[in-house]
Nanobody
Framework: QMQLVESGGGLVQVGGSLRLSCVAS????????LAWFRQVPGKEREFVAA????????WYGHSVKGRFTISRDNAKNTGYLQMNSLKFEDTAVYYC?????WGQGTQVTVSS
């Protein structure tokens, strides 16, 4: 089992920034790819970004590329999602994912 706990969501204005965190426990975090997804009610869960366990570069969903940055600190068993230049359409519940495990989600709301 692995537990994932997200934090850092909230209300932000258009053009603003937020940083989400995901703290992992229960397994060796560094052995897994870290990913972030998001979901709006009534829509499919959307891929946001992923950071492989080693070697390769992170990759991003088309809608966030150039604005969001995924990172990880394996010593702290923590992953991050830095979100800049936020838009209305970034409003969603954001989920941390490692292997088949998911966090509970954190709400991000972008307003004018």
């Amino acid at each position: 089992q692995m537990q994932l706990v997200e934090s850092g969501g909230g209300l932000v204005q258009v053009g603003g920034s937020l940083r989400l965190s995901c703290v992992a426990s229960g397994r060796t975090f560094e052995n897994y790819t870290l990913a972030w997804f998001r979901q709006v009610p009534g829509k499919e869960r959307e891929f946001v970004a992923a950071f492989p366990r080693s070697g390769n570069r992170p990759w991003y969903g088309h809608s966030v590329k150039g604005r969001f940055t995924i990172s990880r600190d394996n010593a702290k068993n923590t992953g991050y999602l830095q979100m800049n230049s936020l838009k209305f359409e970034d409003t969603a519940v954001y989920y941390c994912n490692v292997d088949r495990f998911w966090g509970q989600g954190t709400q991000v709301t972008v307003s004018s």
